[in-house]
């Protein structure tokens, strides 16, 4: 049997979107609930798939079938393509499974031509509408078809208006009108050197492949990638009988919402205009009307719309973005979808409805997506103060927040300034580690150089810092103390304004509004809590990220990166004397001097997270990236050591690797040094003592996290040194204290041989940042230079640091948890890198059966939703 590639609307319903894309499935639920929606049929995302299988070509099957549909077309609506009495005209419109707004264009008035246009002036006695849907077609064909870009066309228009004395294209005679189709005709002769195609079934056969072809080009791409849709999708095309909004005054054409998108009031939201077709009314050439005029103007297509309106919102349990033309006072439905809305009217709209008693929570929760959420959690810039600004350039939106400040170019000025009260923004060409503690000094963080995954971007949205990033328009002075962007003359000291969430920059100080969790916001959450049986922990480093954690609903620490504290201040002159000691006693000495610092931050996490689980990851990273960079840090530290600098040089020399990804660091370092993961235990348990004396009726239990093992050995190793120590500690403190120690699960090998992992390790935690590096065999900060190729030619639909790869590593995951399980049945299972707080990944993380998954605080309440969602489909 031949598979089936067309479907007529009345063939198929709202539950085909993967066949039928989201357009043709709702234009079909939509026909066969009666509403009055034109004739049309759809060609399948399966055709769309055999396209690209068949080298870009539409097989001789698929055309049978497209011909076939079009003859049945014909009968329904009494008309004929290209036919000389009686023509049919059609709309050519894509639709993929998931909404892609304006990704892919439309053809509308297909089927025109020069013997067609003379019929429809005659048939309709309205030679100016004949001809401006004629004139429409040529731009639309060949913009979308041939790439002659619709400004082009624009030009002519503008040409003989002007040469008319009129402004508004409603002013254009039937006369105009005729003369824009000769002139269009002529200039894409002139462009293409050939005619304008005549024969409607080819102007179809082509409007269908644009169609096809659209779902590679570039903005589909890159829309893809970032919203996660597998390019394997496709997508639909439907082919429409025309109906007319642009044929005279009792015609017109609009777009509504059932409730309002930006405040979520339940109330009609909308425009149209009269006498225009489809795209004028979002083109902005004409001013449209807001809808309740369509009560006047139209008043028995208003009520049936209304009619329609509450019909659909209740068929589709949400609130619907319709699309609708009059013709002639007869109304026609042309779309219905589930309306793209702002978090905060997606909160109140969902709330609101469980309360009229239309959906249920769990429906409520499904309506808002996760990643919405965020915009509510950093600081806004006041609507209204952004509405009198001007730009001065636009960056990438590389961590969301707004902020506004003095100009600084060193996380030291940037430092001292917030040690003075006063706000800045730190402005630098990149930045690097050490600027950390002078990046969370900022109101914002703004880079020249560097991408959405540069270190400031990563770096500001683990701290939940604005940060726009690669802002190339900056020529920096960074030296002199002033940058120079279009122009205009920045120094240090002016006031800048920076929005992370739309990578704008601003000359001037705007008002800004704080965030909270409060109202429908709180009630909503509290629903995603009850439903949800992920656990959400945090990954916080800090006392300040980890109580942001907590009021945002963390459950827990998940990680803390025991060498983020050594960056700051001091610490790092302790830690270079521990790195570059020769002897036991002289490493002791210099971890004696870092180990009440730890404590003290350690006993403000646990203060922090008031009673709840804290995992603390040992030492990780490759010791020299701590070391002197400069020759007078060397020269300072050889002084603070008594050491001839020429020794530590050489110290600094051998610590050289020629990989240090692959190198001394992690598990390894305590291997060798067992005496850090001493002092980090002297730390971590006394802390915990302190804090659970201050606090009886809390509950303390330390998790020691070991990271980067490979191998059980390296495991039992290290967890002796931990045990021998706590349990002193423990015994002579005489408070009944029980702690944990885990791995992370980074290594392949150690997801391999979880099983006897699972024998020393009471929990595993994915590290998945460096297990998908491990994995695919490639750093996260090097892929960044390639994998756009792998977008481009499809090899790759999205970057694995972002969505988990749940084909390989996940496979990895799935067989650790098993193995440790089968090991260790009430073995404690989380995730916590970056695909903690990634909903994609937290639905897998639902299904393997995780315990928890931890992310950074401003994640927080996007992985409770996450969770809750998940739960909702995957969970029993
Ligand atoms: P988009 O996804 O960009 O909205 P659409 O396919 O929905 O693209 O169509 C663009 C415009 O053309 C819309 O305003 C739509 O209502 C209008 N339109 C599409 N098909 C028809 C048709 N058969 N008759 C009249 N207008 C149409
Ligand atoms: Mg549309």
Known sequence: MTKKYTYLFREGNEHMRE????????????????MPVPYGFTITTEACTQYYEDNETINDEIKAQIFEYLDMLEKQSGKKLGDTKNPLLVSVRSGARASMPGMMDTILNLGMNDTVVETVAKLTDNPRFAYDSYRRFVQMYSDVVMGLNKSRFEKIIDDVKAKRGIESDLDLTADDMKELVVRFKDFYKDQLHADFPQDPKDQLMGAIEAVFRSWNNERAIYYRRMNNIPSSWGTAVNVQMMVFGNMGNDCGTGVAFTRNPSTGEKKLYGEFLMNAQGEDVVAGIRTPQTIDHLKEVAPQAYDKFLEICDTLEKHYRNMQDMEFTIEKGQLFMLQTRNGKRTAQAALKIATDMVDEGAITTDEALMMVEPQQLDSLLHPMFDPEALKSATPITTGLPASPGAGSGEIVFSAEEAKQANDEGRKVILVRLETSPEDIEGMSASEAILTVRGGMTSHAAVVARGMGACCVAGCSDIDMHEDEGYFVVNGQRFNRGDIISVDGSTGKVYGQAIKSV???????????????????????????????????????????????????????????KAMREMIVSKTTEQRRAALAKIEPMQRQDFEGLYEAMQGQPVTIRYLDPPLHEFLPKTDEEVAELAKEMKMPKEELDAV???????????????????????????????????????????????????????????????????????????????????????????TMIEIPRAALLADEIAQEAEFFSFGTNYLTQMTFGFSRDDAGSFLSDYYDDNIFDSDPFAHLDTKGVGKLIKMAAEGGRKTRPDIKLGICGEHGGDPASIDFCQQVGLNYVSCSPYRVPIARLAAAQAAIKFGK
């Open 652 to 742: 600094i020399a051998n610590l050289h690797e020629f990989n240090p990804m692959l190198g001394h660091r992690g598990v390894r370092l305590a291997i060798t040094f067992p005496e850090i993961a001493e002092m980090q235990t002297l730390a971590v348990i006394t802390a915990a003592i302190n804090v659970q004396n201050r606090h009886p009726d809390w509950h303390i239990e330390p998790e020691i996290m070991i990271p980067l093992v490979g191998s059980v050995h390296e495991l039992k190793f290290v967890k002796n040194i931990v045990s021998k120590t706590a349990d002193k500690l423990i015994k002579d403190s005489n408070v009944d204290m029980k702690y944990h120690v885990g």
């Open 19 to 34: 066949l039928l894309g989201g357009k043709g499935a709702n234009l079909a639920e939509m026909s066969n609930l009666g």
């Open 514 to 572: 704080p965030a909270a969790i409060t109202g429908n916001f709180e009630r909503f959450m509290k629903w995603a809590d009850e439903r949800r049986t992920l656990q959400v922990r945090t990954n916080a480093d800090t006392p300040r990220d980890a109580k942001q954690a907590y009021e945002f609903g963390a459950q827990g620490i998940g990680l803390t990166r025991t060498e983020h504290m050594f960056f700051e201040g001091d610490r790092i």
